[in-house]
Every structure is written in structure tokens, then in C-alpha cells.
């Protein structure tokens, strides 16, 4: 971590933390969604001459946006297995929603910058050190935490900063979504609204009952197809061969000798062994690089005074920490920053505690976040490890650095390759040893995954350099690491079929759209005479009791028409088209009033409310930020 023992801007902030732990989990498990987390090197140095939206004065480009998509995309591949539907997987809801987090994240930041919000290095150590998964035997164990993180493809800088930065997001709005109140009386109310209970029956007036008697004409099937030919137009499509160049299959491919396998175990032991450790409590007095130089000269006078009683009473370090130590992640616990490893604290702080013998108290130690008084409470020794314990972590990192400088090397000359010889995609098969796939038919709003689900590959393949000229695409990254070009096999243009044989399919939709008007003027007519006292011949179903809380199956429209009803005179009616195309009658026949609820009841049920509330809160507040700062996003770029 790059330095222990920062400020967070309100003290209170700090009771969250211990709440929080899960967030290491989330983003272990959501590594691939970069759009949930700040600072992503990978896309800092994107600066595209187009971009989707610019959020407080920085762009985000259209290669940011792709990747963060497709990472979404995979996300709920992954999470929804066979049940996913790829054309929901582009919907315009998702693509808002991705370029909405992507947003939001800029403004976060900018926001906790401009309140001066920051996460202390001593509590983020804490807390990782705490995270059960990174433990072997209750203890933190640092092999165990590195191999996790390669597992992600993520180093300990890298995983440390998104730690923190979803830290400092979550103390940000923490307030908001946190907080909340519902009084008794409120809560009360709502719990009797939602267990009232109403008997009612219901009489259904389907299309179905129409559809015998309607039969549309010639001139009206015309005038449908004239109105609507949009809807019976098929998309462009385009039949595709291709090639991919994937560093997982260079990994799959990759070979590693014994040999190998010893020279990187011997270059890197120190990776594979538990690394030497240390505990230490410390006394900081805080002096940031903004601090003047009076101010840093006076923190430095007062932890020289402090140095001194230190040493003249060293069994009262903790105590002393306690009570002037202005590190507030490890003050209450006497100072005690638990053990660390090297590479985990700020160089100069790390230094003094490695060079110290076990319970020597050191000398005042200046970081760029002040004074420091340290105390070496422990040491664990190094303990190294042979190369047949962890053989097969040695053989993938050499295979995963293999396959990355093949993959480096591949990258731009299949791209060289697949562009200079651009009639065939042979050369290059033949060059990398790759296979030459085959496509089904792609429309032109989308294919199959894995790869043509890429708005760029399928941009790429309907252009007419692929379909007119019959070249070979760029190679085109459609995800991390993975390489596409392809090749038009065959190309069918967007058609509309003539009316001859959409004549049934149209005749059929004119027929229910009929038939459902029909049902709906029935059912008003029926409810009029059944509201005005008279017979309407309606058919009830049999009686059922239902809730706001258990609406016994029924849709939410239908259990709103139910409960709006008057019930002063009962039996009372009431109707509405149902999503069926139909219309439902309702016959209101008794109202069930609940009993009281008791008071623990009430008191979970308005601590519930509260959630609801503060959920409301953030939702206002991040409106709010929203306002602060420019906002603009490019429709035309979006939808490229």
C-alpha cells in the first residue's frame, strides 16, 4: 500500500469500515466490471478522438464504455447461465446503465476530491489482513493473497487502490444511504394498510371470445402492411470465417520444461515462500505535505516530547498511543498496526520498522504524513518453500508469461498480417498455425457470443470493405486479450417480405387487435350496468381473500384497482383491460380489517421503511452531485 496513516475528514466515517469487509469479496468477484471502481490504469490512457459522454470535464471514450460492456455482458452470462438473452444484453437499458456507472464514478471522485474525503493506509491494512479468504489458519497470509490477486489478474497495488476507492465512495454516501427515520405511528399505518384484507371475485372478457367473428378484408391487410413496414423487415445479414488469437488458448498451448520451471522458482523464491513479517504499533503525529513549515516544525517538537516519555516509560507505548496518537485507524488499539510483510506500508516507515530489533522503540520517523514513533512488537522469520510444494503455481505463471510475450508478439503482426494480404484470411491461418472458423448467419443487430456480440466486429463485417471489396476486417479486440478477424463468406441485404406472405400473419394480428377492442368495450359496457344496480350476465369466479402484502397471484394494476375501490356500499365494482388484451371485472364484496400489530412487529417493519427511505436520500443526493458538475453524453457515439 503507498503509505499507512491518513485522515479520513469526519472521525464518525470510520464506523462504516468495520461494516464493509464484503467490499474485498465484491471486487474480487466483479474484478472484470471496471465501471463499479475509480482510477482503472487500463483506461486512463484512452483518449480516442471520440467519446460517449464527458462527466466533470473528462471524456469517456468509446473503447472505455465497449469494454465496460462487454465486461457487464459477461457478468450476466455468467450469473444468468442458459436463462440470458443476448438482445437484453444490448438493450438500450443496459447500455444506459453501463454508461451511468461509468458517469457516476467520475463524478464520485470528484466529489470525495472536493470534500477532502481519504481512507487511512493503517485501517485498509486492517482490513484486508482480516478478509478471511487472504487467511490460512485464522492469519493473514500474504502467498495466499498475491496468488488470489494473480488469479484475477490483478497485482496488490492495483486490487489495494480499487479497495480503497470503493472505500472512500462507500464513506461518501454512507450518510445518505445509512440514515433514515419512520415513526411509529407512519409504520403503524403502513403495516394495517398492507394486511387489510378484501373478498373479491373476478369475471374475465378475453379477446379469444372475438376472434370467430372477425375477418379482415383484403384492402384491410393492405393498409396494415403499407402502415407498418417496419415491423416485417428482415435485418441485413452477413455469413463470416474467421480468426482468433486468444491469449487463454496460447496459455492452453503453452509448454514449460523442468528446467523452466527451476530457473523462475529460483529467481522468484521469494514470491512462493512466507515472506519475513513484522508487527508494530506507532504514535503518529500528523503532518500532511500541505501542512506549512511552522506546522510541520511544531508536530515534529510535540512527537520529540513524546519520544522522550516514551523512553522513560516504555511499558506505557500503548497508552501514550492511545491518547495522542492521531492515526485513527490504530490509536484505540494502543498504536498496533498488526504483522506486515515488506511492500506494504510507505518505504520510509517500512525501512525503520525492518532495521529494528524486537521491542526497540525508534527514533522520530518523518513520512510525508508526519511524525511516527514505532515500537517492533513481533517478528515472524521467512519460511521458504521447495519447488514441488507449489509446482503448478510456478508452471502457470511461466506458461501465463510465455503465452503474454507470444501474445504481444502475435498481436501486431496477425493484425499486419490479416491487413497487407487482405483478400484471403489464409496467410495469417497458415503464419500463426490458427484455424479458420465458420459462421451461421449474423443479422446485423447482433449474433452469438462470444464474439459477435462486439458493436466493433459487427461494425466492422457490414462495412463496405468487408461486404462490396470482400477484405478481411481489422483485427479487432473483442475482449481482454482476444483478437478477431474476419472474412464475408456471403451477405443477404435487409428485405421486406411482399404482402402475398405476410397476408395469414398480418390478417392474424389485424383479427386480435379487433377482437381485444371488442372484449375491452364489453367489459366497460358490463361494468357501467353493474355499477348503475342492473343484471350485466356476468359469470364470477369464486370468492378469494386477498392483501397489498399476499395478492394471491394477481398483477399489481389489478390489485391497485381492488384497493381504490369505494366500499361504503358493497357489493362495489370495478374493472380494467388486463394485460391479456381483455378486460377484467372485479366484484369488491368484503373488507377484513387486521388486527393491531404488536410493537416488535411495528419496529422491524419501520426499520424496513427506513432502508426505503435512505434509499430515497441517495437517490436524491447523487441527483444532486449530478448537478454540480457538466454532464454531457453523445447519442451518435453511444450508439456506434
Do not use: C
Amino acid at each position: 500500500m503507498s503509505s499507512p496513516f491518513l485522515f479520513v475528514f469526519h472521525p464518525l466515517m470510520f464506523d462504516f469500515v468495520h461494516k464493509k469487509q464484503r467490499i474485498v469479496q465484491i471486487i474480487l468477484a466483479l474484478a472484470l466490471l471496471p465501471f463499479l471502481f475509480w482510477g482503472l490504469e487500463s483506461y486512463q490512457g484512452s483518449d480516442g478522438g471520440d467519446h460517449v459522454a464527458q462527466a466533470a470535464g473528462e471524456k469517456i471514450s468509446r473503447e472505455e464504455f465497449a469494454q465496460a460492456l462487454r465486461n457487464q455482458q459477461e457478468n450476466l452470462r455468467a450469473t444468468m447461465g442458459e436463462n440470458v438473452n443476448d438482445t437484453m444484453l444490448d438493450s438500450p437499458e443496459v447500455r444506459s446503465a453501463v454508461l451511468e456507472g461509468l458517469i457516476q464514478q467520475r463524478l464520485l471522485r470528484h466529489e470525495a476530491s472536493r470534500v477532502g474525503l481519504i481512507v487511512p493506509d493503517s485501517q485498509l491494512v486492517e482490513m484486508i489482513q482480516n478478509i478471511s479468504a487472504f487467511q490460512e489458519d485464522g492469519k493473514f497470509s500474504k502467498q495466499r493473497y498475491e496468488e488470489l490477486l494473480r488469479g484475477q489478474g490483478m497485482n496488490p497495488r492495483t486490487f489495494e487502490a480499487r479497495v480503497r476507492q470503493e472505500l472512500m465512495r462507500q464513506q461518501l454516501i454512507a450518510p445518505y444511504s445509512e440514515n433514515g427515520f419512520i415513526s411509529h405511528s407512519v409504520a403503524e399505518r403502513v403495516i394495517r394498510l398492507s394486511e387489510e384484507k378484501r373478498e373479491i371475485s373476478l369475471a374475465e372478457i378475453q379477446p379469444e371470445q372475438f376472434l370467430q367473428q372477425i375477418k379482415p378484408d383484403d384492402a384491410a391487410i393492405k393498409t396494415y402492411y403499407d402502415t407498418h413496414q417496419a415491423e416485417f423487415q428482415l435485418p441485413e445479414q452477413v455469413r463470416v470465417e474467421y480468426l482468433v488469437v486468444s491469449l487463454d488458448e496460447l496459455i492452453k498451448q503453452s509448454h514449460v520444461s523442468d528446467e523452466e520451471a527451476t530457473r523462475y522458482f529460483n529467481e522468484h523464491r521469494d514470491e512462493f515462500g512466507q515472506q519475513e513479517e513484522r508487527q508494530a504499533s506507532h504514535i503518529l503525529i500528523s503532518a500532511p505535505a500541505t501542512a506549512s513549515d511552522a506546522e510541520k516544525q511544531a508536530a515534529r517538537a510535540k512527537a520529540e516530547q513524546l519520544l522522550l516519555e516514551v523512553r522513560k516509560s516504555p511499558q506505557r507505548f500503548a497508552d501514550l498511543a492511545k491518547e495522542h496518537s492521531q492515526d485513527p485507524g490504530s490509536a484505540a488499539k494502543g498504536g498496533d498496526l498488526g504483522f506486515f510483510a515488506r511492500n506494504m506500508m510507505v518505504k520510509t516507515f517500512e525501512d525503520a520498522v525492518f532495521e529494528m530489533k524486537l521491542d526497540e522503540i525508534s527514533d522520530v520517523i518523518e513520512t510525508e504524513h508526519g511524525f511516527h514513533i514505532i515500537k517492533l512488537a513481533g517478528i515472524k522469520g521467512a519460511k521458504p518453500v521447495g519447488l514441488d510444494e507449489v509446482r503448478g503455481r510456478v508452471e502457470q505463471e511461466v506458461k501465463r508469461q510465455k503465452a503474454e510475450k507470444m501474445f504481444g508478439e502475435m498481436a501486431e503482426d496477425f493484425g499486419n498480417t490479416v491487413y497487407e494480404q487482405s483478400d484471403s484470411l489464409q496467410p495469417a491461418s497458415e503464419k500463426f498455425n490458427l484455424p479458420i472458423q465458420q459462421s451461421d448467419w449474423i443479422p446485423k443487430n447482433g449474433g452469438k457470443p462470444p464474439y459477435f456480440t462486439d458493436e466493433r466486429l459487427l461494425q466492422a463485417i457490414f462495412s463496405d470493405d468487408a461486404v462490396k471489396d470482400k477484405r478481411n476486417t481489422e483485427a479487432i479486440e473483442v475482449s481482454p486479450n482476444t483478437l478477431v478477424s474476419a472474412r464475408v463468406l456471403g451477405h443477404r441485404p435487409a428485405t421486406t417480405p411482399p404482402v402475398t406472405e405476410l397476408r395469414d400473419k398480418i390478417a392474424e394480428t389485424i383479427a386480435r387487435q379487433e377482437a381485444a377492442k371488442a372484449a375491452v368495450n364489453e367489459g366497460r359496457e358490463k361494468l357501467a350496468r353493474l355499477q348503475d344496480g342492473k343484471d350485466a350476465m356476468v359469470k364470477w369466479s369464486a370468492s378469494r381473500q386477498i392483501s397489498r402484502k399476499n395478492p394471491q397471484g394477481l398483477d399489481n394494476e389489478t390489485v391497485r384497482a381492488v384497493f381504490k375501490t369505494e366500499t361504503e356500499k358493497l357489493p362495489s365494482y370495478t374493472g380494467l383491460a388486463n394485460s391479456q388484451g381483455g378486460f377484467t371485472l372485479i366484484r369488491v364484496e368484503q373488507v377484513i380489517e387486521p388486527e393491531p400489530a404488536d410493537m416488535a412487529e411495528t419496529k422491524a417493519f419501520a426499520g424496513q421503511l427506513q432502508q426505503l427511505l435512505a434509499q430515497q436520500e441517495l437517490s436524491s443526493y447523487l441527483a444532486e452531485v449530478r448537478k454540480r458538475y457538466d454532464v454531457s453524453v453523445s447519442g451518435e457515439n453511444l450508439e456506434k
